[in-house]
T-cell receptor, first 112, second 116 residues
Framework: GDSVTQMEGPVTLSEEAFLTINCTYT??????LFWYVQYPGEGLQLLLK?????DKGSNKGFEATYRKETTSFHLEKGSVQVSDSAVYFC???????????FGTGTLLAVQP | GAVVSQHPSRVICKSGTSVKIECRSL??????MFWYRQFPKKSLMLMAT?????????EQGVEKDKFLINHASLTLSTLTVTSAHPEDSSFYIC????????????FGPGTRLLVL
């Protein structure tokens, strides 16, 4: 069945460092891909999405490109801030099922 | 952007009582709503999917008689935890979607349930 694999955390970076969180997926058909962010004690917020191959989603300095050939959707940011500290979830939808399939989440901790 | 609210944000109840959690889509009509449960430092576990006016579809292992879901309108779904026990303590999150499975789900802020 459909699945999402993302890198284990926690990821600890200094402020202004470059961020990459890897995400790969397995799916039938042509799923949409998402990154959600969860700040401490809160629900999930949509960070960005891409609906077809080669699409690039971007928001708040984060970006991810839908790579069908490598079945990946890695999240990147050029310069992280302390306020980016959160858990990041990669997800897919619209593959074999009606559901949103989540990765396990990656905790990002940014130190000043 | 689409906004989904949940009420209450936090609830403490005694063991054996029932608790109702509301999920509302504030600025769009949600054809489908989802209920998730999140354990500490874990990913979200889908509990059930509900479409307006029809019975919810529960995931394997989720007790439908314990977690009652009602989706009475296109903007409101409720989750009732019946005869709550301490092991039901968790973070419950709803989401709402307009359209098909490739569309975005918008999440509520979550409800923290503590059963004493």
């Amino acid at each position: 069945g459909d699945s999402v694999t993302q890198m284990e955390g926690p990821v600890t970076l200094s402020e202004e460092a470059f961020l990459t969180i890897n995400c790969t997926y397995t799916a039938t058909g042509y799923p949409s891909l998402f990154w959600y962010v969860q700040y401490p004690g809160e629900g999930l917020q949509l960070l960005l999405k891409a609906t077809k191959a080669d699409d690039k989603g971007s928001n708040k300095g984060f970006e991810a490109t839908y790579r069908k050939e490598t079945t990946s959707f890695h999240l990147e940011k050029g310069s992280v801030q302390v306020s980016d500290s959160a858990v990041y979830f990669c997800a897919l939808s619209g593959g074999a099922t009606n559901k949103l399939i989540f990765g396990t989440g990656t905790l990002l901790a940014v130190q000043p | 952007g689409a906004v989904v609210s949940q009420h209450p944000s936090r609830v403490i109840c005694k063991s054996g009582t029932s608790v109702k959690i509301e999920c509302r889509s504030l600025d769009f009509q949600a054809t489908t709503m989802f209920w998730y449960r999140q354990f500490p430092k874990k990913s979200l576990m889908l509990m059930a999917t509900s479409n307006e006016g029809s019975k919810a579809t529960y995931e394997q292992g989720v007790e439908k008689d314990k977690f009652l879901i009602n989706h009475a309108s296109l903007t409101l779904s409720t989750l009732t935890v019946t005869s709550a026990h301490p092991e039901d303590s968790s973070f419950y999150i709803c989401s709402a979607r307009f359209g098909g499975s490739g569309e975005t789900q918008y999440f509520g802020p979550g409800t923290r349930l503590l059963v004493l």
